[in-house]
Each structure stands twice: as C-alpha cells, then as structure tokens.
C-alpha cells in the first residue's frame, strides 16, 4: 500500500509539473500540440518508472532534472521557440510543487503518519491545486513571457534560486535537515531580498506612472486647446471667403452710397470690411491647411509683439502623424520661441523666429531658431526650468517625437536656440 501510494504520487506530481510548466507557456493549444505533449509526458513517465525498477527512489530524486526537468525544457523550447521563458516555466512550476508538499509537511506534524501520510496527502491535493493554479494563476504568468529579456530573468529568479536551494540542501546534501544555519537562514533572506525588490521597484513605476499620467493629461489639454485655434481659425477664414462671396453685395452697397453722396459712409464701410477680411486672412505657407492655421496665428501674436517672423515651409497636406500630434508639437515649439523673444524684447534686443520645414521619404523634419541671448539650461540635451506652470510644452514635444520613434535635439549657441525635429 505504502508503495502504491508513493508511486502514484511520483506520477501525480510529474503531471502536475509538465501541465503546469506548459499553461504557464502563452502559445495556440492545437490539438497536435496537445497530442505532442500528451506522448513526451507518457515517455517522461515511463523514463521515471524505468530509473524506479532499475535503482530506487531515491535514485530518481537524483537524476530528477535529467530525466524530467531537462526533456521538459526542451520539449518547451520546440513548442514555443523561447528558450528564457521555457526555462522559467519548468522553474515556476517546480517552485509550485513546494505548496503541495507543505501542505503535506503540515498535515503531517498535525496528524502524523510519517511519510505515507505525506505522500497521500500530496496525491490527494495535487490535482485540486493544479486545476486552481491553471485556472487563476497561468492566465496571469503567461503575458510576461511577451515582456523584455530583462523582465522575464527578473520574474525566474526567486523560481531559480529556489530550485538550486531545495537540490542543494535537501536532496543532493542533508544540509537543511541537519539544521545548517546558512541553509535554514537563506530561503527567509532570499524573501526578504526579493520583499525589498518588490517594494522598490514598485515605488519606481508608481512615480513613473504618475509622471506619464501628468505627461498625458497636460498632452489632452493642449491638444484640445489646439483644435480650438484651429476651428476658430477655420471659422475665420470661411469668414473670409464669405466676404469673398459676398463681394458683389457689397459693391452694391457701396455705389448706392455714392450716388446718394454719402461718402464718408462709404469709406467708413470700406475700412471695417478690409479689417475683417485682413483679421481673418490665412497665408498660405504649404500646403498643409493645419501648418498654415498655426503659422498664421502665431504670425499675427509675433506681428502684435514686434517680432520678426519668418516661414520656409515645405509641408504636404499628408504627414505620416495625426493632425492633433501636429498641432501640439507645431505649437508648443512655436509658443516656446514666442515667449523668448517676447523676453528679448522686453530687454531691448532684437527678436526674430525663423522656421523651416520639410517632407522627405516619409519623414518630417522641422527646424525652429528664435534669438535667446539669455542662458538655457539643459539636462541630458533637454531645456528644463524650475519655473512653476512651465516645462511642459518642451516634455509634450519629447513625448509625440518619441512616440512616433523620432529624434530631437535642443541646442543654443550665438544668440540663438535651436529646435530640430525629425519623424
């Protein structure tokens, strides 16, 4: 009876490892692939029951990883082309195996019955625990075998250090029994250890996740501010073609006016339809009607502060980002070089923004020089201030270039700052 128990035990536990090794790999289950791993659990099985009549038990527990842990693997590695993750599959699935046999350990020293209570006691758990662990717990594992290189050792390495640990002192040596003070400490420091970890990495991505979360709320608001000058500026410029249209009405107007000899009224009307045509005039820089809405707004604030503005643009109606990502960077750059030269201004210096603008293959590159005789501080190639409300129009800039896997670079030399642009 006692080696009934032990050997069916011995073949639940191998179902339980090579099941849950497999859910632990994210891949289509075809029924061939389910038939495959079917089979090499059956030759694994049966390689195990073969070390079993040809030595003992314990001689199984010694070649365990070559007879089990090692075809496993590589029965993994064929299915899934991943060797880190397959490894880390068969190490988990192991570190699991530990939750049966404490189960086990301590039904035991509550009820006794030695080791055949124990083997019956893991018999009796093991397929319960494996239906939740599939069920609950794989469904979690398997999307981090899609995450870098980096992050999946991260994730094996409690399962690695807790396989070597368990051959090292309890089965190729009696170091844990025998109650040897660094084997019965290391497993506690290994928790701790990885406690710590645990709590400083997730304080780092706590605070990088709040600074993305404040990244993109700034992002949907002056993207929303964005489309709002562009819609006000569109209504300016049908506006003005309605002026346009209207035209002949006008010419009505006016010669009535003149044949009455009413003048003055004729040219006070005069002036107020020129001032409302001229306020919502849109100069055509490029082709692109959303650069055009932007150049133009800007050109009229600069015009208002006395500033030289100036335009070189080559830009298609298509561009290979969204109209709202254009706008942000177009006016976040623009909006940065006005209030630089509105300071130079403000200090007597002359102020000039000159921007030029191109497509080629593919790629935009947009290059943005304002006069700043006043000193940038940079960081790591990026401007940074410690003014309060300030920084994040240069932040939104870096966000939509690298989104898009662009390049930009901040620069200032001879009075002038420099902004290139390349996506």
Not at 2 to 8: E, G, H, K, M
Not at 105 to 123: K, P, R, W
Not at 220 to 236: F, P, T, W, Y
Not at 266 to 288: D, G, L, P, R
Request: hydrophobic share 45%; with cysteine.
């Amino acid at each position: 009876m006692t080696t009934a128990v032990y050997l069916l035990n011995a073949a639940s536990v191998g179902i339980f490892g090579i099941v849950l090794s497999a859910a632990f790999c994210d891949m289509e289950w075809t029924r061939q692939r389910r038939l495959f791993l079917a089979v090499c659990a059956v030759l694994m099985l049966a390689l195990q029951a073969a070390f079993y009549l040809r030595w003992d038990g314990i001689m199984v527990k010694y070649a365990y990883p070559l007879i089990t842990h090692l075809p496993l693997f590589l029965v993994l590695f064929g299915m899934t082309g991943r060797g880190i993750w397959s490894l880390v599959s068969v190490l988990t699935a192991y570190l699991c195996c530990q939750l049966r046999r404490w189960c086990a350990l301590l039904a035991v020293s509550l009820l006794g019955g030695g080791a055949f209570m124990q083997d019956l006691v893991e018999l009796v758990i093991t397929f319960p625990l494996l239906y939740l662990l599939v069920r609950y717990v794989a469904p979690s594992v398997r999307p981090i075998s899609h995450y870098s290189t980096a992050m999946q050792l991260q994730f094996g390495l409690l399962p690695l250090l807790g396989y070597g640990f368990d051959y090292l002192t309890r089965i190729y040596t009696d170091l844990l029994s025998s109650g040897n003070q660094a084997a019965v400490e290391f497993m506690p420091f290994v928790c701790s250890g990885a406690y710590l970890a645990f709590v400083v990495r997730t304080t780092h991505e706590e605070r990088l996740r709040s600074q993305l979360e404040q990244t993109q709320n700034s992002l949907n608001l002056q993207v929303a501010q964005a489309v709002r000058e562009i819609d006000a500026l569109r209504e300016s410029q049908r506006k003005a073609s309605t002026y346009r249209h209207d035209l002949r009405h006008h010419l009505q107007y006016l010669s009535a006016c003149i044949e009455n000899g009413r003048l003055t009224q004729a040219q006070e009307y005069i002036h107020s339809v020129c001032a409302e045509i001229e306020a919502s005039k849109v100069t055509a820089y490029c082709e692109n009607e959303t650069a055009n809405l932007i150049f133009s707004s800007f050109a009229a604030r600069a015009q208002q502060s006395g500033i030289d503005f100036r335009v070189h643009a080559v830009i298609p109606l298509v561009l290979p980002l969204p109209e709202s990502d254009l706008c942000v960077l177009l006016s976040n750059a623009l909006e940065n070089a006005l209030h630089a030269c509105q300071r130079q201004k403000t200090a007597g210096k002359s102020a000039v923004i000159e921007t030029s603008a191109y497509e080629k293959d593919g790629r935009l590159f947009l290059q943005i020089t304002n006069s700043c005789s006043f000193p940038v501080q940079l960081e790591q190639g990026v401007p940074v201030t410690r003014e309060p409300g300030h920084g994040l129009g240069v932040r939104s800039i870096c966000a939509i270039v690298e989104q898009h896997g662009g390049m930009y670079s901040f620069s200032a030399r001879q009075d002038q700052f420099i902004l290139r642009i390349s996506l």
